[in-house]
């Protein structure tokens, strides 16, 4: 990847998370990136494809770190599962937690028409999805159900943590998770 | 109208339920049943949900109430966390109306009210008065009992053990010191018990005498039985089922038995 459209790409990272993807418009990408418009436009075309780029990256880097941090802290399936709220409080507490790409995207593009929403949307459901592997991987018989139970109650969490910073509301995500894993493996 | 901020929505969870815990719970159930009602667009139900993202003050000031009530330890983060869950969860059923969002966004709710609330879901205040005057005096007459008729009771009390552990497999473990498994409940079993809870509230309810239940079930049968405690883990759980199932209860409205 060129330096300058890496530049651009987190230059908008940067932005989008910290002062909304709406309310950043180019003009403030190009002036905070040190480059022009001709120059975002020629590596991305339109802002819709710069937003779509820097969700792309955002959840494939949330991705890998949460996979890297289970496989070299864990090794038994269910240990995985239950050290995974571990992992999440501790990079949703971290000084440079801004929130999660795909939640924020959702809400600020909430037509179902918009390629935004419909990326947050397939975003969301991978992670339902990887929760879901790690789940039947430790033979818990609802998989899914669990699943869905944990990314809504992730999800809940990471939304309430960016209205009010410090909310502790993982700590309580994390108790809950325990007490729903506990309650699915014991079925 | 934006749902998730109605005065109808809170119309209807007051009158859900007869406890905080409840109230709060029957939320999922409100919104299921309107996203399941006949004629719902789907896409006006979805913008609805959606609409004024910013916040939803009606609802978080209802659900706020209900966690100070049920003792949440930061009733504030409780309510919006519950709201977000119910919402996300609403948003899913919209998406794919097979998936039961709302019914596993309600046992992910019925966790973290667990998470942060001390495990008492019916105290004993909530109980009528003459509940509370029956358990007085069948203590009374318990103490009574023991000192006068001692050995009678505990040949008793080793023929109704006898009975219970044939009964009851759970219980078919010697019942000693060493016999306390400290596993926490899980949110479908607080969900059960408090359903029965639930469910007793509503009728007229003779409980075993005291007297009756062996001396190491006993504050078991006290707290989690007659006081509505929730158990504090499993082995407690199974003990409090087994005399739960000894309750009998009447169901049939007060006027409709006087009118027999």
Known sequence: MSLLREKILSTASHLFQTQGINSTGVDTIVAAAGTTKMTLYKYFRSK???????????????????????????????????????????????????????????AEFPSEASPVHQLSSEQSRQFKQYISSLAYEAN???????????????E???????????????????????????????? | MDILNSTWLIKMLSKANATPQGRMLSLFDILDDWLNAPQ???????????????????LIAYLTEQ???????????????????????AQQSIQDPNCDSLAHGKKAAAALI????????????????????????????FLGATILISQALIQNHRHQFN????SHPQLAKPMTADYKPKTSLTADDAAAIYAKYEQMRNGTCQFPEALQIPDKDKAVYLDNVVGGKLPSDVGDLAIA???????????TPMLMAHSK
């Open chain 2, 40 to 58: 719902l667009n789907s896409a006006i139900a979805q913008q609805k949900l959606l609409s004024n993202n910013e916040g939803k003050p009606l």
């Open chain 1, 156 to 187: 809940g969490a990471v939304q309430a943590e960016q209205m009010i910073r410090g909310s502790g509301s993982m700590t309580y995500a994390k108790k809950a998770a325990k007490i729903l894993i506990n309650g699915a493996t014991t079925h």
């Open chain 2, 163 to 166: 009975i219970a552990k044939t």
């Open chain 2, 114 to 141: 667990l998470a942060q609330t001390p495990t008492t879901w019916a105290p004993l205040s909530l109980l009528n008065k003459s509940l509370n005057y029956g358990i007085a005096a069948s203590l009374i007459f």
């Open chain 1, 48 to 106: 819709e494809n710069l937003i779509l780029e820097v969700l792309e990256e955002g959840h494939k880097d949330f991705q890998a770190w949460l996979s890297e941090k289970l496989n070299n802290n864990t090794s038994q399936p269910s240990e995985k599962l239950q050290k995974l709220f571990d992992f999440i409080e501790e990079w949703v507490t971290s000084p440079d937690f801004r929130g999660m790409g795909f939640i924020k995207a959702s």
């Open chain 2, 67 to 89: 966690a100070i009530a049920c003792g949440a330890a930061n009733p504030a983060i409780l309510a919006e966390h519950l709201m977000l869950i119910a919402r996300n969860a």
């Open chain 2, 241 to 251: 089922k087994f005399y739960l199932e000894k309750v009998r209860c009447n169901y």
């Open chain 1, 140 to 154: 818990i018989q609802d998989a899914d159900g669990l699943a869905l139970q944990l990314s809504l109650l992730f």
